[in-house]
């Protein structure tokens, strides 16, 4: 069985996997990472690097999901 990573994202306990990256977790969760922006303990992270900015034991991320309207 493959060892987990712990992180927190928007305030609540998740685990994934090491070596997972931003945009694998975006894409876990379902979210477009053309509509969002993510804050990885308490710094933006840059859209052009979710697929190369991979998450650590106990990182605490922000996710704001764009709802577009009218």
Request: charged share 25%.
């Amino acid at each position: 069985m493959s060892e987990r990573i712990a992180i927190t994202v928007n305030g609540e306990d998740r685990e994934v996997a090491p070596g997972d990256t931003v945009a694998a977790l975006l894409g876990a969760i379902g979210l477009d990472t053309r509509k969002v922006a993510v804050e990885r303990n308490e710094e933006i992270v840059p859209r052009s690097t979710y697929a190369t900015v991979a998450l650590a034991q106990g990182d605490r991320l922000e996710i704001v999901h764009f709802i577009g309207g009218g």
